[in-house]
């Protein structure tokens, strides 16, 4: 499996991070060498083995629903690059 | 007392109990040694006055006789871990200015402990690296020369900061985390020692998460006896992470007995790397050497899937960073782009994290984006944790069998020169990694023990691998082997 420079592509705007068109070319290199060395998982016959969700044999915790905490609107928008008027702030969304 | 921030937890404990010096003192000792050791770039937040109040907290507690396990130690935090009020962004640029509100469970109960937070401490990005290069501080430097070239080496990674800054006496410990060796690697690099312990033993909660499957807290020490002191504080059920294991935590420290008698020891085959440094290799046998000395019985086991490791851990790695890197959006906190007229939330979205994240950050998000995308899932993803079940498999038959640890060396090499692996391609940095990686696959407790030098002055590591939730005995074993090993050298003070 070899990736192009398309795929490159279309895998950053899946990640939402921005890659100049130069870079392309580039970056497919990378993701061809690391893919190359992940290949050899291949090798391995996983017949009937199952894909592990927990690795440590454990049932996840649950807790009882109710509310435990709240109340703190400022400490949340605390670290916010843009918030005002109590909410987050975005560029438009809406068109 | 002179030389305070040299002492270790245990002594400088035993110290403070007996009235011969104070957590002033040495908290002082410590602050003045790291505002002289900027060059090794370790401390990238400090905190003299949250330090000041804890030392003076922790000397009245201790007058009173009330002193906790750790009371008035001073100790560097991993810039991984949220500290209320203290910047905490995970070496990355993407978190510049981000000052939580609240604190991690891990820095929580090093607190509660009475313990002394000095600083925060240099790291790779995200913890995604080997040898703290990824950092938006700056590599951190190891205090360690390669006999009197100038040159300057890796202390390691992820948690390089923390071993730089124990080995070099900044402190006299400091926590690390460790996804795929992150801790045992920067450990073994700088002769310090570094334990990982089972995935669940430590809470995650307030640690930024990279992997979490993989990612576990540990502590970083100057010796084995420090690591079960520190670890005892560190670990125990935390209702806010639900993967903490509801497990009592034994007193690790009254389990160094060093009588080893009659322990099963096995040696891996495959660990028995091609082109592996002749002198790794003698440290391994001279290690077997000495637990079989010590009344251990030494026996050669199979670990079949140990190829498979480090390509199985690209694959969930990334694919779980990619999730986790998700919420660096530009939203919540943070940083964000500066936006051009007409720019909407995508572009906000694709600017802020191509600007704010490393190279090798963005390399390992879009990877694990790829490895979980539409079609690729099963050949990939999916295939991965089949070969993850496999890899636990191979522990669990050698436990089974009788086994109580496992002995292997903790790297392939001893510390690199930092840009020496530059032009190297990714998975030439990757392979770093590959003894300590299978440990995070399998979730067992593993630790580095510093067991000797190399040809040109380097310390080199060995690590030992338990069963799950036996890190007392573990550590039993490893204090054995650092007994037998008798290591003692220092870096010579340069910065």
Known sequence: MSIDQSTAAKVAKLARIKVEDAALPALADEFNTILGFIEQLNEVDV????????????????????????????????????????????????? | MSDLNKLGLAEARDALRKGDTTSVELTEACLKAIDAADALNAFVHKTPEIAMDRAKAADVRIKAGE?????????????????????????????????????????????????????????????????????????????????NDDAQLTPGGSSG??????????CLAATGTDTGGSIRQPAAF??????????????????????????????????????????????????????SAELAVPDFEAMLTGDIRGKKIGIPKEYRMDGMPGEIEKLWSDGAEMLKAAGAEIVDISLPHTKYALPAYYVIAPAEASSNLARYDGVRYGQRAALEAGDGITEMYEKTRAEGFGHEVQRRVMVGTYVLSAGFYDAYYNRARRVRTLIKKDFEDVFAAGVDAILTPATP??????????DADPVQMYLNDVFTVTVNLAGLPGIAVPAGLDGQGLPLGLQLIGKPWDEGDLLNTA????????????PQQWW
């Open chain 1, 47 to 95: 017949e009937g083995v199952e894909p592990m969700t927990s690795v440590t044999p454990q049932r996840l915790k649950r807790r009882v629903d109710e509310v435990t905490d709240g109340s703190q609107q400022d400490k949340v928008l605390a670290n916010a690059p843009d918030a005002r008027e109590g909410f987050f702030a975005v560029p438009k969304v809406v068109e």
């Open chain 2, 67 to 147: 002193a906790p396990s750790m009371c008035g130690l001073p100790v560097g935090i991993k810039d991984l871990f949220c500290t209320k009020g203290v910047p905490s962004q995970a070496a990355s640029g993407i978190l510049e200015g981000f000052k939580p509100e609240y604190e991690s469970t891990v820095s929580q109960k090093l607190a509660d402990a009475g313990s002394v937070m000095l600083g925060k401490l240099n790291m790779d990005e995200f913890a995604m690296g080997s040898s703290n290069e990824t950092s938006v501080y700056g590599n951190a430097v190891s205090p360690w020369r390669r006999g």
């Open chain 2, 161 to 170: 900061g923390s071993a730089s800054a124990v080995a070099a006496d900044l």
């Open chain 2, 190 to 243: 700088t002769g310090t020692v570094g334990i990982k312990p089972t995935y669940g033993r430590c809470s995650r909660w307030g640690i930024v998460a990279f992997a979490s499957s993989l990612d576990q807290a540990g502590p970083m020490t100057k010796s084995v006896r420090d690591a079960a002191i520190m670890l005892e504080a560190m670990c125990g059920y935390d209702l806010k992470d639900s993967t």
């Open chain 2, 413 to 422: 090499s001893a510390a690199f020169g930092l840009g020496e692996m530059t």
């Open chain 2, 479 to 490: 204090y054995a082997l650092e007994n037998a090993a008798g290591f003692v050298a220092k």
